[in-house]
């Protein structure tokens, strides 16, 4: 099965993930919250980084509860945060 490359928006949305998680984990070190999400410290630094544009759902369920934020919360700010390319300008 051939995997479809991702869209600039896709791309963009993973970027804003990582930018909405790193302000979250404020001045937490990136090893801690890789712990206690149950996760990799290069793979929270490569979501922070935008170089996983589309990390698993658990994934980022468990970072997103170890920081104290709702999933609902965190598609909010990314949807705020990443205007669709859809959009004309006027």
Known sequence: MVREPL??????RGRAL???LRQ????RT????ARAAGISVE???????GRIPTPAFFTVAA??????LSMDTLLARIDTAV???SAVAV
Do not use: F, W, Y
């Open 18 to 20: 990582g930018t909405l």
């Open 43 to 49: 793979t929270l630094r490569k979501i922070e980084g």
């Open 63 to 68: 970072v997103a509860a170890t920081l104290d």
């Open 7 to 12: 869209t600039e928006e896709q791309i963009e």
């Open 83 to 85: 205007a669709p390319s």
């Open 24 to 27: 979250a984990r404020a001045d």
């Open 30 to 33: 990136m090893v801690d919250v």
